[in-house]
């Protein structure tokens, strides 16, 4: 257990602080850190190392690689303390503007990354989420959503296969997506109701949405994608009006590195993670699930679901009644009947 005088000797120097720094904004692999610093890589490794061993930020490997982010959770009160002094005091720190510049660059790389491989998928069959596959994640998510409400906001809406169902479930649905070839499939699988779908080019880390201009958000299979996941909430939040909810069907936590090779940035989340950032993008979390892939009687032979919903707390009370929801446990397990089980987190 770290104790003050490791903390405090972690924290006595320059490289180190400006790393904390980088990391409480996003997961970095070392290659990035590298970029950002221009430092080599045995320095670095070096620095990562003691800030780990103080437990100021903590691994997380996502199959062959690494990421360090800064202790998520710190259950230590003096790690906690101390990083929230670093946060603080940050722009005292040396180099902030060149630190922030470069690390927007190599974010902005891995979402170059994400939307050049969208992009090239003129062939929507090519995609894992047009597949039999596609088909009951979007079940699942369905299952998810109210009955209806006014505007629906669908995050990644690739091409465009949910669509149908939620302009059934709304009076308006705004799709957003990185992909403009994406979105020009979604203009064609919203079908018959496409005037009462609002297509914006944009990233869901920078949502291109009013605040509180949606009473439903749906992030079907996307956040795998996204660069920071915690900042996609937190556009999410600000996107959602009181009372709304936000509804995330994506992968468990896995293994698969092939899945690299269709843009996935993160191998799947922990139930954990997700939890803490809807609670620190301001959600109520209302509901969690791991949800068995479809037929599998075997819950480590495929990757598994996750859903969660998070709703967005009124300001005053009392909800009013229009918000009233269809969804129950039962609807739930129907829409989502295939799975050999699920367990709540
Ligand atoms: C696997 S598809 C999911 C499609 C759809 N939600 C579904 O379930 O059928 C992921 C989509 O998210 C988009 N995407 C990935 N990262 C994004 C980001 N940071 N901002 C906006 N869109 C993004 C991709 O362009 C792609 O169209």
């Keep these: 257990m770290p104790d003050l005088l490791q903390i405090h000797k972690a924290l006595a120097d320059e490289t180190r602080l400006r790393l904390l720094r980088l990391l409480s904004r996003s997961p970095l692999n070392v290659n990035e850190v590298i970029d950002i610093l221009r430092m080599g890589q045995s320095r670095i490794s070096r620095h990562l190392r003691i800030l ?73 069959d090519e995609l894992r989420h047009q597949s039999l596959e596609g088909a009951y994640y979007r079940q699942v998510a369905l299952s998810l959503l109210p009955d209806h409400c006014d505007t629906i906001l669908d995050l990644g809406t690739g091409s465009g296969l949910l669509l149908p169902a939620l302009l059934e479930r709304a009076n308006k649905v705004i799709a957003v997506d990185a992909s403009s070839t994406m979105l020009d499939l979604a203009r064609v699988s919203a079908g018959a109701d496409v005037d009462r779908c609002d297509f914006r080019l944009g990233d869901l880390e920078h949502l291109p949405v009013r605040d509180g201009e949606a009473n439903a958000v749906m992030a079907c299979m996307v956040l795998h994608h996204v660069s920071t996941p915690a900042v996609a909430m937190e556009e999410a939040h600000r996107a959602l009006g009181e009372g709304g909810e936000l509804d995330i069907v994506d992968l468990a936590r896995h293994e698969d590195e092939s899945l690299r090779e269709l843009a996935d940035l993160w191998l799947g989340f922990q139930p954990a993670e997700m939890r803490r950032w809807l609670k620190a993008s301001g959600f109520d979390v209302e509901h969690a699930n791991a949800v068995a892939p479809e037929g599998t009687a075997n819950d480590t032979a495929e990757i598994r679901l996750i859903t969660f919903t998070g709703r967005k707390p009124w300001q005053q009370q009392q909800p009013p009644n229009q918000h009233a929801r269809r969804r129950k446990t039962a609807t739930r397990a129907t829409a989502a009947a295939k799975p050999a089980r699920t367990t709540t987190k």
Aim: glycine share 6%; charged share 40%.
């Design 52 to 124: 780990a061993e103080a437990g100021l930020v903590t691994r997380r490997r996502e199959g062959t690689w690494i990421y360090y982010e800064r202790s998520p959770d710190p259950e230590e009160k003096l790690v906690a303390d101390m990083l929230l002094l670093v946060g603080e005091h940050e722009r005292a720190l040396p180099y902030f503007e060149a630190d922030m510049q470069r690390m927007e660059a190599a974010i902005e790389r891995r979402r170059q990354q994400t939307r050049s491989f969208f992009d090239s998928r003129r062939d929507g």
